[in-house]
């Protein structure tokens, strides 16, 4: 069953049905499947994509630019220093500007206002690469990898441990409870998320016969399930509380007898970059200071046959394609 979503923002997965979810991921794993038979669209053919970077990122400008190309965009990369966002121009009249020159608008950056003024004022289909508050293309990849490897996603047991109040925690739970999941947010009760939010997860969740469960304990959180996900344990612009977090996370480090809790053949997930060894700056950094090696999660799990994480990387560019395709294609 196809959907119309063309002309919608993509700001938040709460804006979207399980249906139109669903759709997403659908349209997402047949537009994988042209690209590997080397077949592109060109859906997009005469468009042009403005990408509004705050924060820098890897997967997220690479799957933008690529995906945008395939099917025919030409992406415009505009950076912290490109343009005056909210320095000399107000995010309005910026909004106002691109829109009367850009056929699309991603934004990635720091405050979820900002994404969402772009998406009032500029006429155009803004899309959410990231903000401090949610991550919902992301997400998207992470359900596209699961259904891959599992075959379903309504049902699964999935365990996000580690900082339960940072934007992918709060996007996964979002989205699980939209698709029907056993949903697990395990943390110390310090990094609990908002009260709000998992109020509106579990209303969701009424609706869709998911479960939503907030608890400190891993042995509770984590057993049986067939997903475990972490993320860093301190975001962009967070690094001063590097020394506060670890004592915090440590006990929620993903280790081998962490994953000996779960399902035997549960998945390791993680939005990446991840620190599993030192053969980065801040790793290096965090080890010297810390003696610290690893931080959220182990080498040893990170390159297990438990990990998808590089599939999951590979499909932020295909979850991506899918989103401009469906709210922007002709």
């Not at 959410?128 to 990898?145: C, E, I, M, R, S």
């Not at 994953?259 to 080890?287: M, Q, S, W």
């Amino acid at each position: 069953m196809g959907f119309n979503l063309k002309g919608r923002n993509f700001l938040a997965l709460k804006d979207f049905t399980p249906k139109e979810i669903e759709y997403l991921i659908d349209l997402s794993a047949e537009l994988k499947s042209l690209k590997n038979a080397g077949i592109t669209p060109k859906t997009l053919e005469g468009k042009n994509i403005a990408l509004i970077f705050e924060k820098p990122s890897t997967r997220t400008r690479c799957a933008f630019t690529v995906a945008a190309v395939d099917e025919g965009a030409h992406p415009e990369y505009l950076g912290r220093g490109d343009i005056q966002l909210g320095k000399k121009e107000s995010v309005a009249d910026t909004a106002k500007v691109l829109g009367r020159m850009f056929d699309g608008i991603q934004f990635r950056g720091f405050k979820h206002e900002t994404v969402e003024t772009l998406a009032k004022y500029s006429g155009v289909p803004v899309w959410n690469g990231l903000t401090d508050k949610y991550h919902p293309t992301q997400v998207l990849a992470d359900f596209l990898t699961i259904k891959e490897h599992k075959g379903y996603l309504k049902g699964i047991k999935f365990a996000f441990v580690g900082d339960g109040r940072n934007n992918m925690a709060n996007s996964l739970m979002i989205g699980a409870a939209k698709m029907g999941m056993d949903f697990r947010i395990v943390a110390p009760k310090e990094l609990f998320p908002e009260k709000e939010l998992v109020a509106n997860a579990k209303k969701i969740a009424e609706e869709t016969n998911a479960t939503i469960t907030i608890t400190d304990s891993v042995d509770d959180g984590i057993k049986g399930v067939d997903v475990i996900y972490t993320d860093v344990w301190a975001s962009m612009g967070e690094e001063a509380e590097f020394e506060r977090r670890i004592k915090l996370l440590k006990p929620y480090q993903v280790n081998m007898d962490m994953i000996k809790k779960a399902d035997e053949e549960v998945l390791f997930l993680h939005c990446l970059p991840a620190f599993h060894d030192r053969n980065t700056e801040v790793g290096e950094e965090i080890y010297q200071k810390y003696g610290l090696s690893e931080m959220e999660v182990t080498d040893e799990v990170f390159l297990s046959k438990h990990s998808v994480v590089f599939d999951e990387a590979e499909n932020r560019m295909h979850t991506i394609k899918a989103v401009m395709v469906a709210t922007l294609g002709k």
